[in-house]
């Protein structure tokens, strides 16, 4: 048995994540695989709850835990709280560091039904497969901060930090990566001007001969965001620190022709987190419109990174790919002459293609 923690969260995850829950149910009965799931609070629900967006009970739940799947943290309702009791900094940061997930995988996939929906021209964004490591626990997050009253106003600083065992181990990471993909990876840095990028890329240069058979290239963060939209299909897997990282990867998500369509994984630790990249979208929240298909993939991920089961994780995204191809579309990737489906409808349409198959 799987002892999975379930984390709605804020916004539309007590939509969508329901939907994820639904198809491990399926996969598990398909697959002859077990699955215990748990429900616990965090982020704005935590707070209202219980005062604290990351309750101790869910740290531990999750510490206990074969896997987490996160829906979503934040909204409207608690930007007025001081930033470090606010959602996204009060629970997120500390569960990342509480289970030792330094590396943040997040795999941009467009799936030849949705070619269209992204704003790059066809001939530009066609065949794009890449995937963004982030280093999660580093740099400017969790670097010496502050805020200081000065004669003429106020200071205020962030201190990008990096060691290179921090470094190495997301380095190698990103090699050995790389190795089961297409043999490329770019690290992406600003050595330029930053000393810490300067550490970062010798560091990489030096974990990369360990890695012979995979290309290395380096390339600054201001290029790569130019990069990716001039000509996404040159890159195979990127690796880069937390800042960059969390930028680059939300601009990636324009290529698969929707934030809702990009999965992630968080793992490093004994426990891997798994969450879409897209946030609480509290402007569409109860109304149906969310796309599950991000969780549904993150969970997929769950299987492949977590339990070892492949072709359950390959059952998934085949599933998702043939009921866009048949033109089943939430609102964020809708186009004229395509169907318009509910956030349930979604989740109920892969499951069936599941079943079937």
């Avoid at 198809?23 to 598990?28: F, N, Q, R, T, Y």
């Avoid at 579309?329 to 499951?351: A, C, F, K, N, W």
Wanted: net charge negative.
């Amino acid at each position: 048995m799987y002892k999975i923690a379930v984390l709605p969260g804020d916004g539309i995850g007590p939509e969508i994540v329901p939907e994820a829950v639904k198809v491990l149910e399926v996969i598990g009965r398909k697959y002859g695989l077990e699955f215990q799931f748990t429900e616990a609070l965090v982020g704005g629900a935590a707070i209202d709850a219980v005062g604290k967006a990351l309750p101790e009970e869910t740290l531990e739940l999750c510490r206990n835990s074969d896997a987490v799947l996160l829906g979503a943290v934040g909204g409207p309702k608690w930007d007025d709280l001081p930033p470090a009791e606010r959602p996204e900094t009060a629970a997120l940061l500390p569960l990342r560091k509480g289970l030792g997930l330094y590396a943040n995988l997040r795999p941009a996939y467009l799936f030849p039904a949705l070619v269209d929906a992204s704003p790059l021209k066809r001939e530009v964004v066609e065949g794009t497969d890449l995937l963004v490591l982030r280093e999660l626990t580093g740099g400017l997050y969790f670097g010496p901060k502050g805020r200081e009253k000065e004669p003429d106003g106020e200071k205020a600083y962030d201190t990008l930090v990096y060691t290179t065992g921090e470094i190495e181990r997301i380095a190698r990471l990103g090699f050995q990566i790389a190795r089961q993909r297409r043999k490329k990876l770019t690290s992406v840095d600003k050595a330029n001007v930053l000393i810490s990028s300067r550490l970062w890329r010798d560091t990489v240069n030096r974990v990369a001969t360990e890695y012979p058979d995979v290309t290395l290239e380096h390339m600054y963060v201001d290029n790569c965001a130019m990069q990716l939209v001039r000509q996404p299909r040159q890159f195979d897997v990127i690796v880069t620190e937390n800042t960059f990282g969390d930028i680059l990867s939300d601009q990636v998500s324009v290529l698969t022709g929707s934030i809702g369509m990009m999965p992630s994984a968080s793992i490093g630790g004994k426990v891997a987190l798994y969450e879409p990249v897209h946030g609480s979208a509290p402007d569409i929240a109860g109304q149906g419109k969310a796309n599950p298909l991000a969780t549904i993939l993150s969970v997929a991920m769950m299987l492949k990174y977590s339990f070892r089961a492949d072709a359950a994780a390959s059952d998934i995204e085949k599933a998702v790919d043939r009921v866009l191809n048949k033109g089943y579309r939430t609102p964020d990737i809708y186009q004229e002459g395509r169907i318009l489906v509910s956030t349930s409808e979604m989740g109920r349409l892969v499951r069936e293609e599941l079943e079937q198959k």
